[in-house]
């Protein structure tokens, strides 16, 4: 990603002088305080990126900055006034002004001991990275550059403004920042940052799960998180919150064997952002989907077993699937994404036994029904998960699963398969069996179900017939 100078200089003075900008840096001037935009903003407009986030800093305490915002905004709240920080909305946007700080890190605490600072320069300096401790003074418009961070966009390069010791002992977490800004911005960490990164990574325990976690999402929902993914790896960094993914390094995929699986997972994590993009134009990046690719064969190490020179892993999707719903509640993922990933992971595998012999109507409904709201993510990764390099079986496994995809359309839009349900309802079991609620209906519901997935659609009369059928048998 290159920068033009004259045009991004043109950007800036844009962006201060539109609203609400343009009034909020009135009202601190006004006031006799200083106030500047600062970080990502300033970077974004460097680089041409469409500027969402609106972050400042000041000399003002944060009941000071209550006080000129007031007047000028339609909301206020505190972000977390301890850290100085205080929300408006203006013109229908968020803004962020934070009074300049000057944190203090025992080497051990998790989180600093927020002192604030008395100036600019001071605020930047303790900051992630160069290209983020950039600032542009309001209403001057002067650009405050304390680390070389204009030099270092313009070169595509990832540094820290102070040395990376000092700025990843005081927050450990800026090196997950360093790999997903790696993939985010397209930069190349700096040559003194990723050996310091090595030498740190097991600081990294010192950051909560749940900062953690939000760190590697922000990756994952990069467009190319590849690069930030290895630098974790190569550095061992990831060892340390998420050790199933280099351990694919050391497991030969039995359908692949130029690269390792740990090569293939990238090449199925990227493949699947294409084709869920292709697919999905409107939705936008989706992590579940991006996970499950990520780690669908976490269960390989566990499983790999050597016969003369037969590789196999039996079952690994069913030992990825229990791995991947211990790792991601240990990394405080919320219910619904751990049961969707772990549920994508455990019926990866099940296509490839359509493209080795037909399959039934029953087969076909079975598929859909076990998938659930989950299809359409289980049609993107297990079409990703084909990585061969051998043309021809790529292409017979891509018309196999346009094949899968057409019946299962054509048997949707004959018998709605996504509201699959039996014949008879709950109630209507008790009416005809003339039985109270209990364990025996939800067994009578489970074969009328998969009577419907043997023979499609049977109707009342039907499946009243094989449901009284079914109780004489029982006695």
Excluded at 352 to 372: I, Q
Aim: proline share 5%; hydrophobic share 40%; with cysteine.
């Amino acid at each position: 990603m290159t920068v033009a100078i004259a045009e991004a200089q043109s950007r800036l003075r844009s962006l201060a002088e539109s609203e609400p900008i343009a009034t909020l840096a009135r009202a601190f001037e006004a006031r006799g305080l200083e106030l500047a935009l600062v970080g990502g903003p300033v970077r974004d407009a460097f680089l041409g990126i469409a500027v969402h986030d609106l972050d400042f800093t000041t000399n003002a305490l944060p009941d000071t900055i209550l006080e000129i915002v007031k007047p000028i905004s339609d909301a206020q709240w505190d972000v977390g006034r301890e850290f100085g920080t205080i929300a408006c909305r203006m013109a229908g946007q968020v803004l962020e002004i934070t009074t300049y700080r000057s944190d203090v890190y025992d080497g051990d605490s998790r989180k600093p001991e927020v002192e604030f600072g008395s100036s600019l320069e001071d605020d930047l300096i303790r900051r992630d990275f160069a290209v983020n401790a950039m600032a542009l003074r309001l209403p001057q418009q002067q650009l405050v550059d304390v680390g070389g961070g204009l030099e270092q966009l313009v070169a595509g390069v990832l540094d820290t403004p102070r040395s990376p010791e000092q700025s990843f002992r005081d927050d450990p977490l800026r090196m997950l920042r360093a790999a997903r800004f790696t993939s985010q911005l397209g930069f190349t960490p700096a040559a003194r940052v990723v050996p310091v990164m090595a030498e740190l990574a097991g600081e990294i325990t010192r950051i909560s799960a749940e900062r953690i976690r939000d760190e590697l999402s922000k990756l994952l929902l990069t467009d190319d998180p590849a690069p930030g993914i290895r630098l974790l790896t190569e550095t061992g960094l990831m060892q340390h919150f998420l050790p199933e993914v280099p351990a694919l390094s050391l497991e030969a995929d039995e359908h692949a064997h130029h690269k390792d699986v740990y090569e293939h997972s990238i090449t199925v994590l990227q493949q699947g952002i294409g084709l869920w993009r292709d697919r999905n134009p409107e939705a936008g990046p989706d992590l579940v989907s991006r996970l499950a690719g990520l780690l669908h064969d976490i269960g390989k190490p566990a499983t790999k077993r050597v016969e003369g020179r037969t590789v196999s892993f039996h079952n690994h999707d069913l030992v990825g699937s229990r791995m991947a719903k211990k790792r991601l509640r240990a990394l405080r993922f919320d219910n619904d994404t751990i049961k969707q990933v772990a549920r994508l992971i455990e019926l990866h595998l099940r296509f490839f036994g359509y493209s080795e012999a037909s399959w039934t109507d029953a087969a076909v409904r079975r598929y859909v029904r076990d998938a659930g709201a989950e299809l359409e993510r289980l049609h993107v990764l297990t079409r990703s998960d084909v990585t061969t390099r051998n043309r021809r079986k790529a292409d017979m496994l891509d018309f196999a699963y346009d094949d899968l995809e057409r019946r299962i359309a054509e048997l949707a839009e004959q018998e709605e398969l996504d509201s699959m349900r039996p014949d008879l309802d709950g109630k209507q079991i008790m009416q005809i069996l003339e039985i109270p609620p209990g364990r025996e209906v939800g067994e009578a519901y489970s074969m009328l179900l998969e009577a419907r997935m043997d023979h499609g659609p049977l109707g009342a009369e039907r499946a009243s017939e094989l449901l009284r059928e079914w109780w004489a048998e029982r006695g």
